[in-house]
């Protein structure tokens, strides 16, 4: 039962052609080993992605390119902070550090929207960061631990990311 600190493990997707961006809390146990987002095997995230957008994504290589190509920044909220080992859960979260957001959109202006993938990255957010004015929306989690809200419903809560690039 280690609470160590952990650092982010890797970097934001994001170039200056980003549109939107889609704010997780922190990578799951499983993101960290495929270092990637939103990697677990059941989570919606990817899967809704590719119902949307029409496209099918097999690789972390591909999915790195499509959310370029579609304008979609992909961060998360924290940067580093202590969890119990072999929990994700968001309630497990301690001792926040949340990421540079002021100098993340110094860097990337061209960000108009913010999505946050569950209601933990957007009260960190908007905690640290409420003089930025950039709109937000809060989606339902993609996690295997949201499964009260069925897929059908999270790809309609989520079909707003696209819409929002579309416009």
């Known amino acids: 039962m280690s609470k160590e600190r952990l650092d982010h493990p890797f970097d934001a997707i994001v170039d200056e052609h980003s549109k939107v961006l889609i704010l997780g809390s922190f990578p799951s146990i499983k993101s960290f080993e495929e270092n990637f987002y939103y990697a677990h095997p059941r989570n919606l995230f990817w899967p809704i992605m590719e119902t949307l957008f029409d496209v099918t994504l097999t690789t972390n290589d591909e999915k790195r390119a499509f959310a370029l190509e579609k304008g979609i920044a992909m961060w998360d909220t924290y940067g580093s902070l202590r969890r119990e080992e072999g929990n994700s859960s968001d309630t497990n979260l301690k001792d926040l550090v949340p990421n540079d957001f002021h ?38 989690s993609t996690s295997p631990a949201h499964a009260a809200m069925k897929r059908e419903e999270k790809e309609r809560h989520y079909r707003i990311i696209k819409e929002t690039l579309d416009n």
Do not use: V
């Open 103 to 140: 100098a993340f959109f110094k860097q990337y202006p061209n960000i108009k929207q913010i999505f946050f993938t569950g209601r933990k990255a957007m009260e960190g957010y908007k905690k640290h960061f409420s003089d930025i004015d950039i709109p937000t929306t809060l989606l339902p």
